[in-house]
């Protein structure tokens, strides 16, 4: 039986109330910019849920759409379901159609009402729908763990049967809570970073710093996969990559070498914070976690951050090497990360860098560099590139 329409479940909506029709058309928007054109002839939101009407194109490709839906923030779950009216008798039908096509054993009915104008009890109706189905089918009734269980939406209306759920990713759907910058080094950390970012509803440009001639392009490659990859949890990302050689080539001949991570750094910050003014983006995500490497201690974040007047946000700072590592394979790009590259930050690296740096020292340092034309220079030179996914 080909099911004629999807209902798409969303459990939290952002900011709550008046936000929500706000976050009702974004999640639309994304779902169909997430699905072959046309697949729906009509998408609508009905009390709290969304109802795709699948077109017969939309119906030929159900398989892809739902597994599309995997990667929609802000769905809790989808299901491929078909319609009929709001009494007994066709829904007991209904259901009948749809799981004599199942093999099972033991089955369950749940039915759930939404609106007051709907003159049964759902418990009735369960009771009502299994008796059908034990007398047509010879099957029995399990509420814990049966084989299939068979949900009855009943909403304006109508009722809307199904046995199958596409389990959503949670969140917020991208968009809702406005736009910010990641910055993509091409490690394992950073992609997970910039995940989170789209989980909670921001809409990501990525900025990635190389050293390109004083490093091969292997950095540069990478990222551009790992936002291919991205690609799928948002439509269409803006990857900016910029040349940082000239600018480390200053900090090494003028600077302290024990405060040249962090130079490295406050230079990322300005750039990202430039092409997030260009990008209108409010804020600007890292992969940094707490302790990992010698510019991730809390003395030295604050002496990059001080660089920084957008808010830093650091998704990842109290998760253990392991845990973003499993992470990081179950979103999609472990593998390209861990694909050797020429990392800019390692590039005139010294053997004992500052772990403690203090601000007063390494603006001091920093006061030798011409720091608004370096930036400005370095923005000329990035490139701009938006992946659709
Ligand atoms: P990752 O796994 O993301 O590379 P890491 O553990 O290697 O992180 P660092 O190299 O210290 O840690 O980088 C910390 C964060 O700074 C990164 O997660 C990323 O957000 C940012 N960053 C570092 N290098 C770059 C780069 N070349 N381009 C853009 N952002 C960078
Ligand atoms: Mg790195």
Known sequence: MTPEFILFHYDEIGLKGGNRSYFENKLKQNIKAAIPKGSFTSLRTVQGRLVGKLSERGQKHISGILSNMENIFGLAYCAPASRCPQNTDAICDQAF??????EFSTFRITARRSGSDIPFSTQKMNEDVGAFIVDKLKKKV????????????MFHKNAYLYIEKTQGPGGLPVGVSGKAMCM????????????????????????????IPYTNSASVDKVREITEVLGKYQKGIQLYTVPLGPIQKRIRTETDEKFRVLLYRRFMIRITEALAKKEKAKAVYTGEVLG???????????????????????????????????RTKRIGPFEISIQPDQDCCSLF????PATKARLKDVEREEAVLDVDSLVQEAIEGADDEVFYG
């Open 97 to 102: 159609a749809l799981l004599k096509e199942e």
């Open 142 to 153: 399990k509420l814990k763990n049966p084989d299939v269980t068979c949900f009855i939406d």
């Open 292 to 326: 990992q490497v010698a510019s991730q201690t809390l003395e030295n974040m604050a002496v990059v951050e001080a660089a920084a007047s957008l808010p830093m946000l650091r998704p990842l700072i109290g998760l253990d090497k392991r845990e973003i590592v499993d």
């Open 184 to 211: 993509l080094s091409g490690g394992i950390d950073s992609p997970l970073a910039a995940f989170y970012a789209m989980k909670r509803g921001a809409r990501i440009s990525l900025v990635h710093f190389h050293s």
């Open 349 to 352: 690296v010294p053997k004992h």
